[in-house]
């Protein structure tokens, strides 16, 4: 069984389960059209997810968001499939994004592209870019995307009740 959401960022039916982590100082994600040389517009307009809408991040910076979604998950096998298309400008291997997964309420976290998951990185004419087939690589979100890229992943869950899935969005820029 898996869960399926869609929406965007105008999509007042479903922003509820996105939480910004308000308790890290100078977290820096927000909801908004970009106005950045690089981020002239969101994939679907006007909004999109970003690390502020007008300044470039700051050094030293780790910025959180969480995205919850619930289903019925009480199978014997379960996968968690996601796909969002996503930009990037960042000093390669320096600054990276990361997207972790839990299935236990936020206790334990997963790196959604750990060896257990299979994974694809598709330029906007889904060209394969990166798949976890042929790269040993646990980063891909760092460096220059120069065009809008497109992540899909499929994780195999354990056997085991789970009522829902949080998605951990994180950014760190280290210098």
Known sequence: CSSDL???FEDTTNLFRIYID???PNNIWQIGAPHKSFFTHAHS????MITDTMNPYPVNNN???YLRTSGDFNTDSHDANMQFWYKMDCDTLIDFGKVEISIDSGITWYNIIAP???WTVYDSLWNV???SYNSNDSIVFTGNTNSWYIFSCDNSLPEMPIDSIIYRFSFH???
């Open 129 to 131: 870019i990166q798949t």
């Open 45 to 48: 307009l006007p909004n999109a």
């Open 63 to 65: 910025s959180v968001f």
């Open 6 to 8: 869609l929406f965007n």
């Open 22 to 24: 308000t308790t890290l």
């Open 116 to 118: 257990y998951s299979q």
């Open 173 to 175: 820029s280290l210098i």
